[in-house]
Protein backbone atom coordinates (compact mmCIF):
# COMPACT_ATOMS: atom_id res chain seq x y z
CA UNK A 1 0.00 0.00 0.00
CA UNK A 2 1.49 3.54 -1.30
CA UNK A 3 1.48 6.06 1.12
CA UNK A 4 -0.69 9.08 0.60
CA UNK A 5 1.17 11.60 2.56
CA UNK A 6 4.59 12.20 3.59
CA UNK A 7 5.42 13.79 6.35
CA UNK A 8 8.94 15.41 5.36
CA UNK A 9 9.81 16.71 9.24
CA UNK A 10 9.94 13.02 10.81
CA UNK A 11 11.52 12.19 7.21
CA UNK A 12 14.18 14.37 7.92
CA UNK A 13 14.51 13.47 11.70
CA UNK A 14 15.13 9.85 10.13
CA UNK A 15 17.84 10.55 7.82
CA UNK A 16 21.65 11.87 8.45
CA UNK A 17 22.23 15.50 6.98
CA UNK A 18 23.66 16.10 3.79
CA UNK A 19 25.57 18.72 1.79
CA UNK A 20 24.53 22.38 3.72
CA UNK A 21 22.73 21.10 6.34
CA UNK A 22 25.87 19.79 7.73
CA UNK A 23 26.52 22.19 11.03
CA UNK A 24 30.18 21.77 11.70
CA UNK A 25 33.11 23.82 10.75
CA UNK A 26 35.56 20.80 10.46
CA UNK A 27 34.47 17.01 9.50
CA UNK A 28 36.83 13.57 8.89
CA UNK A 29 35.95 13.59 5.34
CA UNK A 30 36.07 9.91 3.60
CA UNK A 31 36.09 9.84 -0.45
CA UNK A 32 33.81 8.13 -2.61
CA UNK A 33 36.24 4.86 -3.01
CA UNK A 34 36.12 4.63 0.77
CA UNK A 35 39.85 6.21 0.92
CA UNK A 36 40.30 8.52 4.21
CA UNK A 37 41.07 12.04 3.22
CA UNK A 38 41.84 13.50 6.44
CA UNK A 39 40.18 16.79 8.45
CA UNK A 40 38.62 19.20 6.36
CA UNK A 41 36.97 22.66 6.99
CA UNK A 42 32.90 21.79 5.85
CA UNK A 43 33.26 24.22 2.23
CA UNK A 44 36.53 22.33 1.21
CA UNK A 45 34.09 18.86 1.96
CA UNK A 46 30.85 20.01 0.11
CA UNK A 47 32.99 21.27 -3.03
CA UNK A 48 35.08 18.03 -3.23
CA UNK A 49 31.68 16.48 -3.06
CA UNK A 50 30.23 18.61 -5.85
CA UNK A 51 33.40 18.35 -7.90
CA UNK A 52 32.67 14.35 -8.27
CA UNK A 53 28.79 15.34 -8.35
CA UNK A 54 27.66 13.10 -5.42
CA UNK A 55 26.84 14.11 -2.62
CA UNK A 56 28.23 14.86 1.25
CA UNK A 57 26.67 12.90 3.98
CA UNK A 58 27.31 13.15 7.59
CA UNK A 59 27.52 9.49 8.60
CA UNK A 60 29.03 9.41 12.06
CA UNK A 61 28.14 12.89 13.95
CA UNK A 62 29.24 11.55 17.47
CA UNK A 63 32.98 10.88 16.90
CA UNK A 64 35.19 14.02 17.00
CA UNK A 65 35.44 15.43 14.30
CA UNK A 66 31.94 14.12 12.62
CA UNK A 67 32.67 11.78 10.17
CA UNK A 68 30.97 12.74 6.60
CA UNK A 69 31.46 10.70 3.03
CA UNK A 70 31.04 11.36 -0.10
CA UNK A 71 28.74 8.84 -1.49
CA UNK A 72 25.15 8.92 -4.04
CA UNK A 73 22.59 9.72 -1.14
CA UNK A 74 19.91 8.30 -3.26
CA UNK A 75 21.96 5.08 -3.25
CA UNK A 76 22.44 5.13 0.11
CA UNK A 77 18.67 5.71 1.39
CA UNK A 78 17.95 2.58 -0.82
CA UNK A 79 20.64 0.53 0.44
CA UNK A 80 19.80 1.40 3.95
CA UNK A 81 15.71 0.66 3.30
CA UNK A 82 17.12 -2.64 1.93
CA UNK A 83 19.06 -3.43 4.79
CA UNK A 84 15.41 -2.55 7.05
CA UNK A 85 13.37 -4.54 4.78
CA UNK A 86 15.85 -7.53 5.36
CA UNK A 87 16.27 -7.20 9.22
CA UNK A 88 11.90 -7.31 9.11
CA UNK A 89 12.43 -10.37 6.95
CA UNK A 90 14.50 -12.02 9.69
CA UNK A 91 12.44 -11.74 12.50
CA UNK A 92 10.57 -14.59 13.54
CA UNK A 93 7.02 -13.57 14.45
CA UNK A 94 5.39 -16.39 17.09
CA UNK A 95 1.83 -16.42 17.56
CA UNK A 96 -0.53 -17.30 20.28
CA UNK A 97 -3.44 -19.00 19.18
CA UNK A 98 -6.17 -19.08 22.13
CA UNK A 99 -8.43 -22.55 22.70
CA UNK A 100 -11.31 -21.81 25.35
CA UNK A 101 -12.73 -24.89 27.22
CA UNK A 102 -15.19 -25.62 29.59
CA UNK A 103 -15.55 -28.11 33.13
CA UNK A 104 -18.66 -30.07 31.40
CA UNK A 105 -16.85 -30.18 27.78
CA UNK A 106 -18.33 -33.36 26.09
CA UNK A 107 -15.52 -36.22 24.99
CA UNK A 108 -15.82 -35.42 21.31
CA UNK A 109 -16.05 -31.77 21.37
CA UNK A 110 -12.72 -32.31 23.59
CA UNK A 111 -11.23 -34.55 21.14
CA UNK A 112 -11.56 -32.03 18.61
CA UNK A 113 -10.15 -29.18 20.45
CA UNK A 114 -6.92 -31.46 20.96
CA UNK A 115 -6.84 -31.50 16.87
CA UNK A 116 -6.90 -27.98 16.92
CA UNK A 117 -4.31 -27.61 19.23
CA UNK A 118 -2.49 -30.23 17.12
CA UNK A 119 -2.68 -28.46 14.00
CA UNK A 120 -1.91 -24.67 15.56
CA UNK A 121 1.57 -26.36 17.18
CA UNK A 122 2.76 -27.95 14.23
CA UNK A 123 2.29 -24.90 11.73
CA UNK A 124 4.43 -23.39 14.78
CA UNK A 125 2.18 -21.64 16.95
CA UNK A 126 2.18 -21.22 20.60
CA UNK A 127 -1.58 -22.49 22.03
CA UNK A 128 -3.16 -20.69 24.90
CA UNK A 129 -5.68 -22.83 27.08
CA UNK A 130 -8.40 -21.36 28.69
CA UNK A 131 -10.73 -23.03 30.63
CA UNK A 132 -13.62 -20.64 31.56
CA UNK A 133 -15.69 -21.11 34.46
CA UNK A 134 -19.05 -19.38 35.16
CA UNK A 135 -21.37 -18.67 38.27
CA UNK A 136 -21.10 -22.12 41.24
CA UNK A 137 -18.61 -24.09 38.54
CA UNK A 138 -15.78 -22.14 40.53
CA UNK A 139 -16.49 -24.36 43.59
CA UNK A 140 -15.83 -27.61 41.26
CA UNK A 141 -12.04 -26.25 40.24
CA UNK A 142 -10.73 -29.48 39.91
CA UNK A 143 -13.18 -30.87 37.07
CA UNK A 144 -11.34 -27.95 35.45
CA UNK A 145 -8.06 -29.29 36.33
CA UNK A 146 -9.34 -32.87 35.11
CA UNK A 147 -9.97 -30.97 32.02
CA UNK A 148 -6.45 -29.50 31.06
CA UNK A 149 -4.63 -32.67 32.33
CA UNK A 150 -7.21 -34.54 29.55
CA UNK A 151 -5.73 -32.13 26.58
CA UNK A 152 -1.73 -32.07 27.94
CA UNK A 153 -2.13 -35.96 27.87
CA UNK A 154 -3.62 -35.82 24.35
CA UNK A 155 -0.89 -33.46 23.12
CA UNK A 156 2.64 -34.85 25.00
CA UNK A 157 3.66 -36.71 22.24
CA UNK A 158 3.61 -32.90 20.26
CA UNK A 159 4.12 -30.34 22.69
CA UNK A 160 5.04 -29.51 26.15
CA UNK A 161 3.95 -27.31 28.90
CA UNK A 162 5.46 -23.87 28.49
CA UNK A 163 3.46 -22.36 31.22
CA UNK A 164 1.66 -24.78 34.03
CA UNK A 165 -2.16 -24.68 34.32
CA UNK A 166 -2.91 -21.95 36.77
CA UNK A 167 -6.14 -20.82 38.15
CA UNK A 168 -6.49 -16.99 37.33
CA UNK A 169 -9.66 -15.36 37.99
CA UNK A 170 -12.17 -17.23 36.86
CA UNK A 171 -10.32 -19.35 34.43
CA UNK A 172 -7.16 -22.15 34.28
CA UNK A 173 -4.71 -20.95 31.76
CA UNK A 174 -2.24 -22.63 30.14
CA UNK A 175 0.81 -22.32 27.38
CA UNK A 176 1.91 -25.22 24.89
CA UNK A 177 4.65 -24.85 22.77
CA UNK A 178 6.23 -27.10 20.36
CA UNK A 179 8.74 -30.08 21.66
Do not use: H, W
Not at 47 to 66: F, H, M
Not at 109 to 131: P, Q
Not at 136 to 149: D, N, Y
Amino acid sequence: MAKLFTNKKSEAKNSPPINGNIKYNEVRLIGANGEALGIVSLKEAISSAEEVGLDLVLIAENSTPPVCKILDYGKYKYEQQKKKAESRKKQKVIELKEVQLRPFIGENDLLIKCKAIKRFIESGAKVKLVLKFRGRELSRQELGFEVIQKVLDYSREFAKEETPAKLEGSSIIAILTKI
